[in-house]
């Protein structure tokens, strides 16, 4: 398979990207988990979805772009030690999934709002966990400085945009969830497993802006 044109990858084409999606949010279907594993009795046990926003950070490089996630500490109850944007509950003090976003990317990583441009949002993901996420897109200047919240987060690291949006990079694994098997994407980048809803929102990006 011929790999990606790298110039495909700027801040600029993505930032082109972004704005198109906005037609999309006309019909708002959503997106996530269920689109993998159709009728899974996981999807429908939950009386009511809990509302998160994550960061989707992609990061101006110039002439290529990254993307900034994060590995959540070993430590926490849930989740735990797996890659993820940054994220979390949406408070009603937040105003907007976008405001959410925003506190929990400074909050985690110590991610100024000065450094961070919105530049859209895709549809909500319903993740087997529960939570409905709506994934907030946008684009970070360089010259940031990431002080990383221990009690949540342990590491920060970027991936090239490039790598993330090629599909030969999106494999499929699969697992038991009860007497139900359960699918999702991994994307293993220099040993690391970007694996789970991570891969999931990753996995929707690329159809809807690169496919």
């Given amino acids: 398979m011929r790999a990606p044109d790298a110039r495909l990858f700027t801040v600029e084409d993505f930032r082109r990207r972004a704005a198109r999606q906005e037609n999309f949010l006309a019909h708002p279907e959503h997106d996530g988990d269920h689109r993998f594993n159709p009728g899974h009795a996981r999807l429908i046990q ?3 979805l809990r509302d998160a926003a994550v960061l989707i950070p992609v990061v101006d490089h110039g002439d290529t772009a990254t993307m900034l996630l994060t590995k959540r500490a070993e430590t926490l109850r849930s989740h ?7 994220g979390g509950r949406i408070d009603p003090e937040d105003g907007s999934p976008e405001q959410a976003a925003l506190r929990e990317a400074e909050e985690e990583v110590g991610l100024g709002s000065e450094h961070v441009e919105i530049v859209g949002r895709m549809p909500d993901y319903v993740a087997g966990s529960g939570y409905r996420i709506v994934p ?3 684009v970070v200047r360089p010259g940031f400085l990431l002080t990383l919240n221990r009690d949540e987060v ?5 991936v090239p945009l490039a790598f993330l949006m090629d599909p030969a ?6 697992r038991f ?4 098997e359960w699918f999702y ?9 970007i694996w789970g809803v991570t891969a999931g929102i990753i996995r929707t990006l690329y159809e809807r802006l690169y496919a």
Avoid at 154 to 158: G, L, S, T, V, Y
Avoid at 185 to 193: I, L, N, V
Wanted: glycine letters at 10%; zero cysteines; charged letters at 30%.
């Fill in 136 to 138: 907030v897109l946008s």
């Fill in 46 to 48: 939950h009386d009511r």
């Fill in 185 to 193: 994407y991994d994307m293993p980048f220099e040993g690391r497993r």
């Fill in 154 to 158: 342990d590491d920060a690291f970027e």
């Fill in 169 to 174: 990079n999106h494999g499929r694994a699969s």
């Fill in 80 to 86: 735990t030690g797996q890659v993820a944007f940054p």
């Fill in 177 to 180: 969830w009860g007497d139900q």
